[in-house]
């Protein structure tokens, strides 16, 4: 018989949850495990026939998980409210779930239905399951099958076992950001320049703050929260506004002196470059912006800014003279205790790729431009 592990080797519910992200990124099934039921959960972006093949064989009938957006693309009933459980067909297969997770098969495969949606029973844990693919920058789409014995089941084909309570407060919570390393940069902007690099506890990516001068930590500092944009920042995308965004945030606060810009990993207004570009792809089929993050899944804005309250903090930093159009960087700013003074438009200029996409920043998003 195997000797009991040492507490110290046991996973906490974090590094659980983080082993999970990883599993479902790689095609594997994971247990979610609440009392003594509990689901088996493969997200539908990356399961394979096999795996698929291996669910449905376990004799429940399996469900997808979906959230109330995509169902309204699919005319699928959310009887869960914010999310819909699709029975799976019996003649159904790995191509039938990717025809309902993504959106760029609605062309190649528009006759899915008729979808019937349960409306009985608890959907908690589908409901986790679909936010932990969310999490994994997966698209928000889950093939389920409930399982009596989930404790059992993982310890047996050797699958990541997550608590559904110690899951959904991971989830939810915001993970602490620590300092890893800092060291001089010299910029276009300012040759008085200094990268800092902060991890958070998770495991997951890091996110930066570039710092210029010396700022005075006892008055409000010049600040910029910028999301990652690869195409905008590092190709010069003309369809958005984030690389002149990125530039003149940094040549102002180069020109003042002193400030700050947090440079925080959430492409796509938090749903991964590849989502991103599922977004894009969409758009060039007819869909503004917030139009094509529903058809995908997503909310209009999935970003977490107490990222970047967080890291002014660590930085000492208690009140901020913030750059940015977006009224809700603002109030979010406030409600996690970092005091607004001033609001700093940051306006850059249009052009016929990104017209529209400023309108609907400015209609739907509520930006001031």
Request: glycine share 8%.
């Amino acid at each position: 018989m195997a000797p009991d592990p040492h507490p110290k080797l046991l996973l906490s519910p974090t590094e659980r949850v983080a082993r999970a992200r990883a599993d479902m990124r790689m095609g594997v099934p994971v247990v979610i495990a609440s009392g003594g039921a509990g689901l088996l959960v493969l997200a539908a972006e990356t399961a394979a026939p096999d795996r698929v093949a291996a669910l449905r064989s376990l004799g429940a009938r399996p469900v997808v998980a979906i959230t109330s957006w995509r169902a309204g693309t699919l005319k699928a009933r959310a009887y869960d409210g914010d999310l819909a459980r699709i029975v799976m067909p019996e003649d159904a297969d790995a191509t039938w779930l990717a025809d309902i997770a993504d959106p760029a098969r609605d062309l190649i495969a528009p006759l899915k239905g008729p979808l019937q949606t349960v409306r009985e029973g608890d959907a908690t844990l589908h409901r986790l399951a679909v936010l932990l693919a969310k999490s994994a920058q997966l698209l928000p789409c889950v093939l389920a099958v409930p399982v009596d014995d989930p404790g059992g089941m993982a310890r047996a084909a050797g699958l990541t076992c997550l608590a559904a309570d110690d899951t959904a407060d991971d989830l939810a919570r915001h993970h602490d950001l620590m300092p890893v390393a800092a060291a001089r940069l010299p910029m276009e902007a300012s040759e008085a320049g200094r990268l800092h690099i902060f991890r958070p506890d998770n495991g997951g990516v890091e996110h930066f703050a570039i710092e210029i001068g010396r700022p005075d930590r006892a008055k409000p500092v010049l600040a910029r929260l910028h999301s990652a944009c690869f195409t905008g920042d590092v190709l010069g995308s003309l369809k958005c506004d984030c690389g002149p965004q990125l530039r003149t945030a940094l040549a102002e606060i180069g020109k003042a002196g002193a400030g700050v810009l947090l440079y925080l990993n959430q492409e796509g207004r938090g749903i991964g470059i590849a989502n991103k570009m599922r977004a894009y792809s969409l758009q060039d089929q007819g869909f503004d912006t917030v139009e094509a993050n529903h058809r995908l899944g997503f909310e209009d804005d999935e970003r977490d800014f107490r990222i970047g309250a967080d890291i002014l903090r660590r930085m000492g930093f208690g009140a901020v003279r913030l750059m940015t159009n977006n009224p809700r960087k603002v109030e979010m700013m406030e409600d996690e205790g970092i005091a607004v003074t001033e609001r700093v438009p940051l306006i850059t200029g249009t052009n016929r790729h990104n017209a529209h996409y400023l309108d609907v920043k400015k209609s739907k998003s509520g930006h001031l431009l």
